[in-house]
């Protein structure tokens, strides 16, 4: 499948501070793309990079096969952003900052555009400043789905929404998945990367450490395992790839690695199994080991 | 109150170079004005002479009376337009520190701590006090150091401490009325500038008395008569004002919610118009009320300004004293161009103002992170930033045009001249826009490469003001006069019109503005944090 966003070893510099350091990124037409990583690790920028609003250092970078940087108004008109940062114009409507951002994007459905701001419950007619944080992110969000754009490039757009806003979020990114646009979705809400994202990258002090679909990055880690056995759980410990064992009688609390799931299971069942649970590794997990890992010896 | 002294502190700190700055070198500059007219005239009897063939009522009308024909008496009359700009001055820092710091959510975050709800305007009326008093004191210490008299000086240092002050006060009232830190801005603005106005109309009579310069502030604090049997009631009578308006801002800012003004906003259109949905449509819709209320400023100030002029042409013709002085100078119509001419060249200025405030708005714009979706969107930068340079260049051009005619119909018809008039002082305003665009271009120029200083064009502006007001007092040398581009317009009405100076400032405007324009393209967007 072509590629709509890639990037590679890109770099930016602010005076002193690296905030790129040779980042990767490969968004595949038609896929949602979570792009993770906690505050401060540089995701803003690339997409700033991405958008030609910044000039990259180094390393290569395509959008739609163009340089983001000197075509920057032609491929403009294929993608649609939301800020993680709304501000809006303290004296224009909400309703007329979307109307003007789909016609600065080249077009605007009105239809959808209606029925968003119903589904989102904003109020069009107030004025920007006396929005809530929230509120000017539903104003922006509105305005990016609303248009006809092959990509949208959304900057931790729920940060300030509610549970109840965050999942008419969520239901509308599947409704543009089904509609074949793409989505490069920056977040720290691992949730909602897991409940939408068909791949994502996980960068840190500005370089991607991880990129790949979900469960090949589950592959890497591990499965947390609670069994109540048949009986002592003898030499379990000391099987290759169980972490944190805690035995409490028979029943056994502890972390596999997913490559010796199966031995693991083997050695259970030979002790006699009366309850299992099992619990897929949560991207939060994944997270947190990359960055411990990493914080570790630094 | 809790928390007042650390808000003062946060204040200064945020405040450490600007404030130090402005009101150093605009105290200094009383004193400096003093010792330049010291060693033009060392003799008392020439400053008498100067003093009296100033005395007429056009000059009146423009800097205020001449209370005393002695070295202090001269100082305060010539010094009086930055007794304006230090009011200005005040008023905005006050208004930086209450409105502003509230619009921009910061007062939220200070406020969930141990923060009084009076506390900020407690810190920002404090700020107001320690400019008033740095101004104030220098201004006293300044002239009297160039030999003006003691207790004049101290009257004349006392004026300027309370104009700051006074105006200090009257905009944390403002700041408590409206949303918007800009409108707040706007509002001292109109207050100062109709204040003005007033004395102006009032002096230009040639009556000292007249009730209008009374009820003006600028012409009452004049009226504490530094260097000339000073009137120290006055002063108590601003000090009880101070107090007063002091009091009103605190009542206001303890009955309404944080964020709200008393001018409370309505709801809008849920869909924009047509003529909005481009960047120039939108630029327009931020720039317009801007435009009108320079524009509604130059056709007040032009009428003012053309029958206050003919009016002093009168007063000049019927005094037996002045009477040589009016065949030097060439008669009566002479000495009316010499007071539009002068008129202009301070509108000139104040179109470059606007100018300036044009241009920076797209700066504003940036680092408020509010081009970032219009430059994410299919616009292109050099159109974006078009926009906004569009009101910028025309905005003073066209203020200026209509400054001409309302100047010329204002003296035309109260002169009797008429309609020849409009034409000969609307040509005269338009000599002022190549100035100004080379002013407006500077900002450009910094806009593009080097955005964070973008906000000196306000150093730049105001030097060239002072140049072109003071320079010729303070004997600078030609060549430092002629830093400022107003130097080099030819003096209309009356002088001759040559094309050169103005040709050479579009063209070097253009060049700076082109090379702003490239900058801009080739340079990081502000991201903000």
Known sequence: MENVISVNGLVKSFGRTRALDGLDLEVRRGEVHGFLGPNGAGKSTAIRVLLGLLKADGGTTTLFGGDPWRDAVSLHRRLAYVPGDVTLWPNLTGGEVIDLLGRLRGGLDTKRRDELVERFELDPRKKGRTYSKGNRQKVALIAALASDAELLVLDEPTSGLDPLMESVFQSCINDERGAGRTVLLSSHILAEAEALCDRVSIIRAGRTVESGTLAQLRHLTRTSIHAELAGEPNGIGALPGVHDLVVEGERVRFQVDNAELDTVLRALSTVGVRGLTSQPPTLEELFLRHYQKEEGPA | ?529
């Open chain 2, 1 to 529: 109150m809790t928390g007042t002294w650390h808000l003062f502190r946060l204040a200064l700190r945020r405040d450490r170079i600007v404030l130090p700055l402005w009101t150093i070198l605009l105290g200094l500059f009383p004193g400096l004005v003093a010792s330049s007219f010291a060693s033009l005239y060392p003799d008392p009897a020439e400053l008498a002479k100067f003093a009296a063939s100033m005395s007429n009522p056009s000059l009146t009308a423009v800097y205020g009376p001449i209370w005393a024909p002695n070295l202090g008496g001269m100082t305060a009359w010539r010094s009086s337009i930055i007794l304006l700009i230090v009011a200005l001055a005040t008023a905005f820092t006050v208004i930086r520190h209450t409105r502003a710091e509230e619009e921009q959510g910061r007062r939220e975050l200070l406020g969930s701590t141990v923060v009084g709800r009076q506390a900020g305007l407690a810190a920002a009326l404090l700020i107001a006090l320690l400019a008033s008093t740095i101004v104030g004191g220098l201004t006293a210490l300044g002239t009297a150091a160039a030999g003006a008299g003691g207790t004049g000086s101290v009257a004349l240092g006392l004026q300027y401490f309370l104009a700051c002050l006074l105006f200090g006060a009257i905009a944390a009232v403002v700041a408590q009325l409206t949303q918007g830190a800009r409108t707040a801005r706007w509002i001292s603005g109109a207050v100062l500038i109709g204040s003005f106005l007033l004395r102006m109309l009032g002096d230009a009579g040639g009556d000292l008395n007249s009730p209008l310069s009374w009820i003006s502030p600028i012409g009452f604090l004049q009226r504490i008569r530094p260097f000339a049997a000073e009137r120290w009631w006055v002063a108590g009578v601003v000090v009880l004002v101070v107090a007063l308006l002091a009091a009103v801002a605190y009542r206001l800012n303890a009955v309404r919610d944080l964020d709200a003004g008393l001018i409370a906003s309505r709801p809008g259109p849920a869909r924009a118009s047509r003529a909005l949905l481009s960047p120039l449509g939108l630029a327009w819709r931020l720039q317009r009320s801007t435009l009108f209320g320079w524009l509604i400023g130059y056709a007040v100030l032009g009428v003012f300004l053309g029958s206050a002029t003919d009016a002093a042409v009168d007063a000049v013709k019927d005094s037996p004293d002045l009477g040589d002085v009016i065949g030097r100078l060439g008669g009566g119509a002479s000495i009316a161009d010499m007071v539009i001419a002068a008129g202009l060249a301070i509108m000139g200025i104040g179109a470059a103002g606007q100018g300036v405030q044009a241009a920076l708005r797209a700066r504003s714009e940036e680092s408020a992170l509010r081009a970032e979706p219009v430059l994410a969107a299919a616009v292109g930068r050099t159109r974006w930033v078009g926009g906004h340079l569009l009101f910028a260049f025309f905005g003073p051009a066209l203020g200026l045009l209509v400054a001409g005619l309302f100047l010329g119909i204002g003296y035309g018809s109260a002169s009797g001249e008429g309609g020849g008039a409009i034409g000969r002082v609307t040509g005269a305003a338009a000599v002022q826009v190549p100035a100004v665009w080379f002013t407006v271009a500077i900002v450009v120029l910094l806009f593009g490469l080097l955005p964070r200083l973008t906000s000196l064009g306000w150093a730049v502006l105001a030097f060239f003001l002072l140049l072109g007001q003071l320079g010729a007092i303070l004997q600078l040398s030609q060549w430092a006069l002629d830093l400022s581009p107003f130097s080099h317009l030819p003096a209309l009405p009356g002088g001759d019109l040559t094309v050169t100076p103005l040709v050479w400032l579009v063209a070097l405007a253009a060049a700076l503005t082109a090379a702003g324009l490239a900058g801009f393209r080739r340079r990081d967007l502000a991201s903000g944090g």
